[in-house]
């Protein structure tokens, strides 16, 4: 009887023991699935489509330099780009990317997931804006430009700045960037466009430094707003320069008159005479002091390698463009041909006043 009680008492043990273990691993399969779900539940609501707009459009948040994972949270909850800051707070925490997300000016899409979210911000993809500078235009048109671009900010420098040391094109911005920056940009894009095309020139031309180059490619940019003509401008220049021909440039003696303001007129015979002005062509031999404009890029290109032709002269022909000649006899006939449509064009509009 006695080895029977033990052995009652034996399996009573090893029973709860069962129980206990069946129990823990109950308990263990509940918190296991619970945070299964929560796991299910967390990574669905990150990847969720989040808030839509009305009209399908990016919403713009501005998120200020210095600002926190919870002022991020609330600015983007008060533009309407999440739901619950919290969830976004605890995001950016499970992925560790507090320290990661940058300042500036973003489109958010409509219905962009918390993911979505944070990576736009984490890869800091700001909305940018386009500064353009037109080619041709002086260094102090530039500067205006920059100075009335109210994304910008920030003084300039009041030294007055050299003229053919800016690349015309368009440069992207952040809101909020210098105008300092900005200008440095064009400077530094000019510089390396310059070293690269004259790495590269022509053999043989009648330009011997890169400063001379830009101050022809200066000559031919204001003489043509055609693209595909400043090839044969250029052809023209080079050409007379090579045969110790005057460039008798219009434009350069509208720089010395005006610093290549609008005149709003034609040249006078006055103005066509005057030796004083260090930047008439028609008096002077060889290049002007100085640019007279910030050339683009296609002029520089056209002064360092231009085609080879015979053109020595052009004029306009009437269609915005110009007729090129070879030979005097064919400039005048150019010429000619020329006048007959600004006499026919001064007639017509005579009549219709």
Same mark, same amino acid.
């Given at each position: 009887?006695?080895?029977?009680?033990?052995?009652?008492?034996?399996?009573?043990?090893?029973?709860?023991?069962?129980?206990?273990?069946?129990?823990?691993?109950?308990?263990?399969?509940?918190?296991?699935?619970?945070?299964?779900?929560?796991?299910?539940?967390?990574? *669905?609501?990150?990847?969720?489509?989040?808030?839509?707009?009305?009209?399908?459009?990016?919403?713009?948040?501005?998120?200020? +330099?210095?600002?926190?994972?919870?002022?991020?949270?609330?600015?983007?909850?008060?533009?309407?780009?999440?739901?619950?800051?919290?969830?976004?707070? %605890?995001? %950016?925490?499970?992925?560790?990317?507090?320290?990661?997300?940058?300042?500036?000016?973003?489109?958010?899409?409509?219905?962009?997931?918390?993911?979505?979210?944070?990576?736009?911000?984490?890869?800091? =993809?700001?909305?940018?804006?386009?500064?353009?500078?037109?080619?041709?235009?002086?260094?102090?048109?530039?500067?205006?430009?920059? =100075?009335?671009?109210?994304?910008?900010?920030?003084?300039?420098?009041?030294?007055?700045?050299?003229?053919?040391?800016?690349?015309?094109?368009?440069?992207?911005?952040?809101?909020?960037?210098?105008?300092? /920056?900005?200008? =440095?940009?064009?400077?530094?894009?000019?510089?390396?466009?310059?070293?690269?095309?004259?790495?590269?020139?022509?053999?043989?031309?009648?330009?011997?430094?890169?400063?001379?180059?830009?101050?022809?490619?200066?000559?031919?940019?204001?003489?043509?707003?055609?693209?595909?003509?400043?090839?044969?401008?250029?052809?023209?220049?080079?050409?007379?320069? +090579?045969?110790?021909? +005057?460039?008798?440039?219009?434009?350069?003696?509208?720089?010395?008159?005006?610093?290549?303001?609008?005149?709003?007129?034609?040249?006078?015979? /006055?103005?066509?005479?005057?030796?004083?002005?260090?930047?008439?062509?028609?008096?002077?031999?060889?290049?002007?002091?100085?640019?007279?404009?910030?050339?683009?890029?296609? /002029?520089?290109?056209?002064?360092?390698?231009?085609?080879?032709?015979?053109?020595?002269?052009?004029?306009?022909?009437?269609?915005?463009?110009?007729?090129?000649?070879?030979?005097?006899?064919?400039?005048?006939? *150019?010429?000619?041909?020329?006048?007959?449509?600004?006499?026919?064009?001064?007639?017509?509009?005579?009549?219709?006043?």
């Amino acid at each position: 009887m006695a080895k029977g009680k033990k052995a009652g008492r034996g399996s009573a043990k090893s029973n709860g023991a069962v129980r206990l273990i069946a129990g823990s691993l109950i308990v263990m399969t509940m918190v296991v699935m619970a945070a299964a779900a929560v796991w299910w539940f967390a990574y *669905n609501y990150y990847h969720a489509p989040g808030p839509f707009t009305e009209d399908g459009s990016p919403r713009t948040v501005i998120i200020e +330099r210095g600002a926190s994972v919870s002022a991020i949270a609330d600015t983007l909850h008060a533009e309407g780009a999440i739901r619950d800051p919290r969830a976004f707070r %605890a995001a %950016a925490r499970a992925i560790d990317a507090e320290a990661r997300l940058k300042a500036g000016e973003y489109a958010v899409p409509s219905g962009a997931s918390l993911r979505s979210i944070l990576r736009l911000l984490m890869e800091g =993809k700001s909305i940018l804006y386009p500064f353009t500078v037109p080619e041709g235009l002086t260094s102090a048109m530039v500067i205006r430009r920059l =100075k009335e671009e109210p994304m910008l900010t920030g003084d300039l420098p009041d030294t007055p700045l050299s003229e053919g040391v800016l690349l015309p094109d368009t440069y992207m911005f952040e809101r909020g960037a210098t105008r300092e /920056s900005v200008l =440095k940009r064009m400077i530094a894009a000019q510089r390396d466009t310059l070293d690269e095309l004259w790495a590269s020139r022509q053999p043989g031309l009648p330009i011997v430094t890169p400063e001379e180059a830009v101050i022809l490619a200066s000559v031919v940019e204001k003489e043509t707003g055609i693209a595909h003509e400043r090839p044969q401008v250029a052809s023209v220049f080079v050409n007379r320069l +090579r045969r110790g021909m +005057r460039l008798e440039s219009d434009p350069t003696i509208i720089y010395g008159i005006s610093n290549g303001e609008p005149l709003g007129r034609g040249l006078r015979r /006055s103005e066509l005479d005057n030796a004083q002005n260090l930047y008439n062509t028609y008096q002077h031999d060889g290049l002007p002091p100085t640019p007279i404009a910030n050339p683009g890029r296609a /002029s520089l290109e056209a002064v360092l390698d231009p085609p080879v032709t015979d053109y020595i002269f052009f004029v306009a022909d009437g269609t915005g463009g110009h007729a090129f000649a070879a030979t005097y006899d064919e400039h005048l006939r *150019n010429v000619q041909a020329w006048r007959r449509i600004e006499a026919e064009a001064a007639a017509a509009a005579g009549a219709g006043q």
